[in-house]
């Protein structure tokens, strides 16, 4: 069993932030990079919000800076995953996917939050290049484009309206004849004119050659088929956190998320962080995540020396 200082679980800019501060406080951390290195990042093509890079970057590549930032500074990477955690004994113990067990003084939990996606033909296939999970991320690449969103909740009718300020027309399609939204979001999006509704609607498949072109949909009432045409297809049907190996372990809230203290990374367990989406069903950006992953290094860093 193989003793650590400081185990970073997860990556991804939460995780990769965490690592950078961590290394550069000299506690030579080893980070599992789980069975999606960079995290949803990997998944998106331009990424045009992150500070410093004027003229944009991919997302796979500002993922690997990260990583090789962190890596200049003494990070360990291990490319595993960690299935099964003890926190009830110090140090604590984890269980990696491919066997073996290593001990570590602190935790930092950076594991993210999985969109949930509908798993229809086209749609993994378009991925970044028009079918999307965050308007917030990729709506600026709608302007004056006609989009499709998925979904009848609070998540749909924020990211429609959201996407109004770019696209010329919204197009929603929600499976029933009523929205689950709350009702300020329900009267913002219907009052909008830029948004309109296709009810009993559920997508088939995306189309498209070379990115998006259209939805195929089908009415559930009628079974009548038909394509939609669009530049972009949003699936707006919430995320799920990545915590199920946590589930007894720390305190979870209703959705799954990690619990933290106020303005704090810390949880319910002295000696275990979180930060990044596995703690944030708000904001979901990368470089909230990133600002979350330098708290928690800098938490881990004071708790052991307070230990030590």
């Keep these: 069993m193989q003793a650590r200082k400081v185990a970073i679980i997860g990556s991804g800019p939460a995780g990769y932030t965490a690592a950078i501060y961590a290394a550069r406080a000299d506690l030579a951390p080893t980070m599992f990079l789980g069975l999606q290195p960079g995290g949803q990042l990997t998944l998106t093509s331009d990424v045009e919000n992150w500070p410093g890079e004027?003229?944009?970057?991919?997302?796979?590549?500002?993922?690997?800076?990260?990583?090789?930032q962190a890596g200049r500074f003494g990070t360990t990477f291990v490319e595993d995953e960690i299935v099964a955690v003890d926190f009830s004994q110090r140090p604590f113990v984890l269980t990696q996917g491919k066997g073996g067990t290593v001990t570590a003084d602190a935790v930092i939990i950076a594991t993210g939050a999985s969109a949930r996606w509908l798993g229809i033909p086209g749609e993994k296939e378009f991925q970044g290049k028009g079918v999307s999970a965050c308007a917030t991320c990729d709506g600026f690449f709608f302007r004056d484009k006609k989009v499709v969103v998925v979904?009848?909740?609070?998540?749909?009718?924020?990211?429609?309206?959201?996407?109004t300020k770019f696209a010329r027309e919204v197009v929603v399609l929600v499976r029933s004849d009523k929205l689950r939204a709350s009702k300020i979001m329900q009267e913002r999006a219907l009052k909008n004119p830029k948004i309109s509704f296709m009810w009993f609607t559920e997508p088939k498949e995306v189309v498209g050659e070379g990115k998006v072109t259209g939805v195929k949909v089908v009415n559930s009432q009628t079974g009548e088929e038909s394509l939609v045409s669009a530049d972009g297809f949003f699936v707006a049907i919430g995320h799920e956190p990545n915590t199920k190996i946590f589930e007894g372990k720390v305190a979870l809230d209703v959705k799954q998320y990690i619990m933290h203290a106020p303005d704090s990374s810390k949880t319910s367990v002295e000696g275990v962080f979180a930060c990044g989406d596995v703690i944030d069903a708000h904001y979901r950006q990368a470089v909230t995540a990133a600002?979350?992953?330098?708290?928690?290094?800098?938490?881990?860093?004071?708790?052991?020396?307070?230990?030590?």
Excluded: H
């Design 151 to 163: 979904g009848g909740g609070d998540s749909a009718m924020e990211e429609a309206t959201f996407l």
């Design 54 to 68: 004027a003229d944009g970057v991919l997302g796979p590549d500002l993922m690997e800076k990260l990583k090789k």
């Design 291 to 308: 600002g979350s992953g330098c708290m928690a290094a800098l938490e881990a860093e004071r708790w052991l020396a307070v230990q030590e």
